[in-house]
DNA sequence: GGTTCATTGTGAGTATAGGTAACAATGAAC
DNA sequence: GTTCATTGTTACCTATACTCACAATGAACC
């Protein structure tokens, strides 16, 4: 009796965390697009662009759509909207001539910056409720579960 | 100098935080897609049907749209959708003309059971990697930034 | 050589989830 | 009774991501 109401308590506990994360999810979402919208740049984007800055080489489509977890199909509108902005350039890797490097640009790199502390004041708005420490602990749990995909 | 450098670590942190919950959506949106398919509901529909079931009286369009924190016109093609598939019914609200009261049907409270259980696994398959006391912990950050929206 | 097969990126089209703006109907206040 | 606020909705737009199909390329194999 006492197994099955801790396990409905488990259930419970589960299902709330979805409603929980969606929940956020939509907020971290608004916050994000208010602080990035004078930048001329959506969530999304401004996600492509940090991963493109991050990695040493210019990566190939297929890099950033599996780092950014993302169908291929995905990267090319991100990146169509980015080049547009002249934020990113296209160049053609001379090794084959199937793949497409991303490049930033000067620009890129200047919105980059700005980004920076636009994400920081989205962050900082909707974490406004927790202490360092908490963040700290929040972070971890996130980090489990972004390694460690389960039975995703 | 140390001081800089906490604060660029919590700077650090507070900025990892967005990315972790934006990829953390991303995998739960894939997973309750999945779950959700044989029943033929989406996510957001699946969310508003808990909200009517979770309402003592039948709820009017616009208290749903509080609760479910988006925009009243959201909720029109949600009850929309869920009425098409007989799950909800709109009903006249006798005290006031311009209100929509949202009722659930016979098929709506059937497939909430159903639904219920692919939340569970759906959730389940996303927080495998956390024992119970880690959930425990996530949902009561989590419960602190729902509640208290910060600066939003 | 050529044939077959896998990789890479993208066009076309779709779905989901949300948002704005304008509006008609209604209720409330003065 | 005129003005004002509430309620829901019509019409339209955006962001994000998906599938499917396809052309171009590279690699492997005979």
Redesign the interface.
Same mark, same amino acid.
Do not use: K
């Given at each position: 009796m006492e197994s099955r109401t801790a396990a409905a308590q %488990?259930?419970e *506990? *589960? /299902? !709330?965390? %979805?409603?929980?994360?969606?929940?956020?999810?939509?907020? @971290?979402h608004? +916050?994000?697009r208010r602080h990035l919208e004078p930048l001329g740049v959506t969530?999304a984007q401004a996600?492509l662009l940090?991963t493109v800055s991050h990695s040493e080489t210019p990566p190939r489509m297929a890099d950033l759509a599996q780092r950014l977890? $993302?169908v291929p199909r995905a990267v090319t509108t991100l990146v169509d909207a980015l080049e547009a902005h002249a934020l990113v350039r296209r160049v053609p890797d001379p090794a084959s001539r199937r793949v497409v490097r991303i490049e930033l640009t000067d620009d890129g790199r200047a919105t980059l910056q700005r980004l920076?502390q636009a994400?920081?004041a +989205? #962050?900082?708005?909707?974490? %406004?409720?927790?202490d %360092?420490a908490?963040?700290? +602990? @929040? *972070?971890a @749990? @996130? #980090? $489990?579960?972004?390694t460690?995909? /389960? !039975?995703?």
């Open positions: %488990a259930d *506990t *589960t /299902g !709330r965390l %979805a409603d929980q994360l969606l929940r956020l999810n939509r907020r @971290l608004r +916050a994000q969530p996600r940090r977890d $993302v920076r994400r920081r +989205a #962050a900082e708005d909707l974490l %406004a409720p927790l %360092a908490q963040r700290e +602990a @929040l *972070t @749990l @996130l #980090a $489990v579960l972004d460690a995909p /389960g !039975r995703c």
